[in-house]
């Protein structure tokens, strides 16, 4: 399954909110061999989330690093 990264970035955005977790900008995007991860935010230390988006199914998986 082949998507863009503004997709990507959506899909992120929503998992965010479905599980209370801030969105904020500046994010960084990755592409990778099975999946995508967008990193939000980028200038904040601590507070940081990691949401891998699988390219199989398109499934969000979060990493939050709440602070």
Same mark, same amino acid.
């Given at each position: 399954?082949?998507?863009?990264?503004?997709?990507?970035?959506?899909?992120?955005?929503?998992?965010?909110?479905?599980?209370?977790?801030?969105?904020r900008?500046?994010?960084?995007f990755?592409?990778?061999?099975?999946?995508?991860?967008?990193?939000?935010?980028?200038?904040?230390?601590? =507070?940081?989330?990691?949401?891998?988006?699988?390219?199989a199914? =398109?499934?969000?998986?979060?990493?939050?690093?709440?602070?």
């Open positions: 399954m082949e998507m863009s990264e503004s997709e990507v970035v959506t899909i992120a955005k929503e998992a965010c909110i479905e599980r209370g977790i801030r969105w900008e500046p994010y960084a990755r592409r990778r061999w099975r999946s995508w991860f967008v990193l939000i935010p980028l200038n904040v230390r601590g =507070g940081n989330a990691v949401i891998r988006v699988s390219k199914t =398109g499934e969000a998986r979060i990493r939050y690093y709440g602070r």
